[in-house]
């Protein structure tokens, strides 16, 4: 079986958010399985220096209307929520937490706090929130606040991060195919074709 | 007859040069004319405090890779040229210049100054380079050098450069299709699909 393609992702990202629909069918469709690995793009971000998207003068409207407007497009429930970044280490240790546990069902989690952010506005940085959208995926609540706190998830989360950024990872989405680096949702016709061709 | 694509862009970006591939071609397939708006990218960049992608680390190396890989797919002949970015008035003052006396001769010297750099490595940063470019396209030197000192010209390169940071224009390609802003080379197929659609 041919490698797993790497999605990384922050659960803060808009456009990690777009890519996480269609890489799994996309994925599918060339036979490669995908691993989803949710990281904390702050640290990325500031070895980088790049301010996010919606800070900066001129980018930030542009930024919100190409949200909208390539969310139409994907055919993907989308409002840009309030408040916007937020902290996505809970997120990042439920899922982890889980994916221990059970990958598809942390696979799913992945997909409901997405949900819960950006189509549904619920702020997710609050620990209540991921508590609240896992315990509506039949998830123990009580087990899943354990694992918020659980010294090995706070270390996996902080690796994954960290390896992360030694591959030369630092946005959102961003995804690595073979050892091909492709950063952005609006890569993945290129990744499609990277699959098709086998590189070029 | 409908509108003409406005294409921003600075002599300089490097997506903007695989932009000037192929948005003519799109435009014509819908019945479209292209005006080619050359501006000082810099004076943007200034007020929107994005650092140029190949100075910020984890960037810069993913961004390389990316141009290569993007021109390769594109076929369009592609080095990143040292020095590297240059200043771009020169070019700017010799394209509307010329665009005033012969437009279709200035959009042949735009497509000649990016080749210069992007292609052959020639830096037209400076206005010697500028002018030999120039005299290759068959312009007469002495009016050209003339032309870049020529106030009217002077104040017409500020002038398209407020004009696009006050439409919201802040990078390069930049494309402004009916009123709608489409930002950078991996958006040409949305424009093109705006295009066929009208919207969505």
């Known amino acids: 079986m041919a490698e797993a393609i790497d999605f990384y992702f922050d659960f803060s990202s808009p456009y990690g958010y777009l890519g996480s629909h269609g890489i799994d069918d996309l994925a599918a469709r060339h036979g490669r399985e995908v691993a989803w690995r949710p990281y904390l793009m702050g640290a990325a971000m500031k070895i980088s220096g790049s301010p996010p998207l919606v800070e900066q003068p001129l980018l930030a409207e542009y930024t919100k209307h190409d949200l909208a407007r390539s969310a139409r497009l994907a055919g993907v429930p989308f409002t840009l929520p309030e408040p916007f970044p937020v902290a996505t280490v809970a997120a990042c240790r439920a899922y ?26 619920r702020n997710i940085g609050a620990p209540e929130t991921v508590l609240a959208v896992g315990a509506e995926q039949g998830l123990d609540r009580d087990a899943l606040q354990g694992g918020l706190q659980d010294p090995a998830v706070k270390t996996h989360v902080r690796e994954v991060t960290d390896t992360a950024i030694a591959r030369g990872v630092f946005g959102a989405p961003f995804f690595i195919v073979d050892g091909e680096a492709f950063w952005g949702h609006d890569r993945l016709a290129q990744v499609e074709h990277w699959l098709q061709s086998g590189g070029w």
Chains 1, 2 share one sequence.
């Open 96 to 121: 982890y937490w889980l994916e221990a546990r059970d990958p598809p069902a942390a696979r799913e989690l992945a997909r409901a706090l997405y949900a819960a952010y950006f189509a549904d506005g």
